[in-house]
């Protein structure tokens, strides 16, 4: 006996999604039967991405995105609904970071990291959830109208890291906003929940792994091991899931028990 999760007629948004978890979050979100809309900053990236979900038979569309640009968010969600449909399901992905120690962290350092991590997603999730909600109030009673929004925080929001301690906070108040989010939205159908990703081998980190300090930090991991974006995909899609209605708010961690 078998279960699979089928998305087929849901539309999806996936910020970010020109490399790293991002492209992982569009490819499986596709096979599982969605049409995905691209989002991010590198279009010719997110052109290429779409050929390869559209060659494995998947339905993929392309937007422009840059979530630090609150015209940018109203007019590219607008777009992916003229283009694909009524929006089901948005993983929220986007995110930057900065290496430095608190007393060398400038005021353009603390909003490049803020303005996109915290900022850029509350208005992202803002902008998808008015029009859910529109859509929710506005239904025949019985109909479906629910909504999945997966914010994609960071163990680092739930465990403090040296060197980066505001892409800590920026992904600490992306775990709050989820469960506020959550109890706001909650009634009309639209499930709210975050992932906290452990340290992930991707293209942007590939080569800090060989490094002695990449080596150092994966011996001081549980299992001494990094995660692939692969390992994410089961809890993606059991979040997006029509059959996920009884879990909203919920902060998962998939980190390899590196939090606890």
Not at 125 to 134: D, G
Request: glycine letters at 10%.
């Amino acid at each position: 006996m078998s279960y699979s999760i089928d998305l087929a007629g849901r539309v999806a948004l996936v910020t970010g999604a020109s490399s790293g978890l991002g492209t992982q979050f569009a490819k499986t979100l596709a096979k599982a039967g969605a049409a995905v809309v691209l989002a991010g900053r590198r279009v010719e990236r997110l052109k290429a991405l779409r050929a390869e979900i559209e060659a494995d038979g998947g339905d993929a569309h392309v937007v422009k995105l840059d979530v630090t640009d609150h015209g940018s968010i109203k007019a590219a969600v607008a777009h992916a609904e003229t283009e694909m449909g009524s929006l089901d399901i948005l993983v929220n992905n986007s995110g930057v970071s900065t290496t430095q120690r608190l007393t060398d962290v400038t005021p353009d350092d603390y909003d490049y990291v803020m303005d996109t991590n915290t900022k850029g997603a509350f208005f992202v999730a803002q902008e998808v959830a008015k029009r859910m909600l529109a859509r929710a109030q506005g239904s025949a009673p019985g109909t479906f109208t629910g909504g999945r929004i997966v914010n994609i925080a960071s163990m680092a929001g739930l465990k403090v890291l040296g060197q980066i301690g505001v892409y800590c906070m920026s992904k600490s108040a992306v775990i709050h906003m989820t469960r506020a989010m959550a109890l706001e939205w909650g009634r009309y159908g639209i499930n709210v929940n975050a992932i906290c990703p452990g340290y992930i081998d991707t293209e942007i980190n590939h080569h800090h792994w060989k490094t002695e300090q990449g080596k150092k930090l994966i011996e001081m991991m549980p299992r001494k091991r990094i995660g692939q974006p692969q390992d994410l995909d089961a809890v993606l899609m059991m979040l997006c899931a029509n059959e996920s209605h009884f879990v909203n708010g919920a902060v998962v961690q998939a980190d390899d028990g590196f939090a606890v």
